[in-house]
């Protein structure tokens, strides 16, 4: 995908596996060994496919670095975005196949690092970790916040659907089947809404477009759907009749899961409208970041933009911004093109749809910027094929 040179071709994918997977809680470090691989392999000739859109990360990055400094390291993480743009845009096979093989790669190591956690969490607290307030990350073996853990679930969650109707391949279809079955497990004991609202949305959505927007008269495989059916009916029945009786002392485990607690006490209210409305009245006041807003309102802004906005100020505002709406433009592009398969249109169009949610519902740039790094990754690689795009491009 990378290079000529299969041995370069797949130091980098093992590189961006270890991004993912976030290896040894360093994920952002790898990214500048991955563009010096790029730039010797390239023979030091800088290349990037939209140099506008470079730039606009790149100052980005510099106007994100210098409003926030003072507020500690996280003020850097802004210089890996025109990083990330780098060696999405050096992507060498520009096609439907590597692109997806791309993603899953990206899904799979985010999923398997929750997975990793998971099992942390079992053997450091066995199952009493569901009324733990603290949980591990494998890496580190100190405490991760669990948003991080919601946030980097979205991927793989979000793709459900297309395993389970679309995808060909047995072994992408039933990794993913099993990372999102062990990964939604994990969130709710965790206490996590998000990603199971997130789940039934993608998977109701994804259904919505696939017979009405980009129905097409591929024959989709059932067996899996009808497998995954009779084994959460099953699930189900089994998970009422112990919960019935009280077998195992069920039913005084569930009444403390915290999620129980939330969806009892909250149901689907998060406070986030509220938020996001408080911090917009209170933007006209502290245009130059500084954490200000969140001082004040005693809790970070929850989205992408707001979050910037309140850690660095109008600058870098500004430029997301703009990169986001090109990030959109991209993939209006995509969807009106008559060069890309409606199967591909179907698994970009769900995974964009659950990045955006997921953006308007988290500070993925300070609290989870691995996320936003490698949907720019993604992002560059998508604009570069499209632009190359003339021909069909399965």
Not at 68 to 79: A, E, I, R
Not at 258 to 283: H, P, Q
Request: charge should be positive; proline fraction near 2%; include cysteine.
């Amino acid at each position: 995908m990378w290079s000529t040179n299969e041995h370069i071709d797949s130091t980098i994918n093992c590189l961006l596996f270890l991004l993912a997977i976030n290896f040894l809680h360093l994920g952002q470090f790898i990214l500048p060994i991955i563009c010096l691989i790029i730039l010797i392999d390239n023979k030091f000739k800088f290349k990037v496919k939209n140099w506008t859109h470079f730039v606009i990360l790149v100052l980005f990055g510099l106007s994100f670095f210098f409003f926030s400094f003072k507020l500690g390291f996280y003020s850097t993480m802004g210089l890996c975005l025109p990083m990330a743009y780098y060696i999405g845009s050096n992507m060498q096979r520009k096609d439907e196949k590597s692109i997806k093989k791309l993603i899953y790669l990206f899904a799979f190591g985010m999923g398997i690092h929750i997975v990793l956690n998971f099992i942390t969490d079992l053997a450091i607290d066995g199952l009493e970790f569901v009324s733990s307030i603290s949980h591990f990350d494998i890496w580190t073996g100190g405490v991760v916040p669990t948003t991080a853990t919601a946030v980097y679930s979205i991927f793989v969650i979000a793709l459900l659907y297309y395993f389970l109707t679309h995808e060909d391949n047995k072994t992408y279809r039933n990794i993913g089947i099993v990372l999102v079955t062990l990964i939604i497990i994990y969130d709710i004991a965790l206490g996590r809404r998000t990603p199971l609202l997130m789940l039934i949305l993608c998977l109701v959505v994804s259904f919505v477009l696939d017979k009405f927007i980009f129905s097409h008269n591929k024959q989709i495989n059932k067996k899996p759907i009808i497998y995954t059916i009779v084994a959460l009916v099953t699930l189900i029945l089994l998970f009422v009749l112990t919960y019935s009786l009280n077998l195992f002392g069920l039913k005084d485990v569930v009444s403390n899961f915290s999620i129980v607690k939330k969806f009892v006490e909250y149901g689907l209210d998060t406070g986030r409208i509220e938020l996001f409305i408080e911090a917009i009245k209170l933007m006209p006041y502290h245009l130059w970041g500084g954490q200000q807003i969140h001082n004040i309102l005693g809790i970070q802004v929850h989205d992408l933009w707001m979050d910037t906005y309140d850690y660095a100020g109008i600058v870098p505002f500004v430029l997301l911004i703009v990169h986001s709406i090109m990030f959109v433009v991209t993939f209006v592009k995509i969807i009106k093109s008559k060069h890309i398969s409606s199967d591909f249109k179907l698994f970009i169009s769900i995974l964009f749809f659950a990045i955006t949610i997921q953006m308007f519902l988290e500070p993925v740039m300070t609290g989870s910027s691995l996320f936003i790094i490698i949907v720019i990754i993604i992002e560059a690689c998508l604009e570069k094929a499209f632009i190359h795009g003339k021909k069909h491009i399965k």
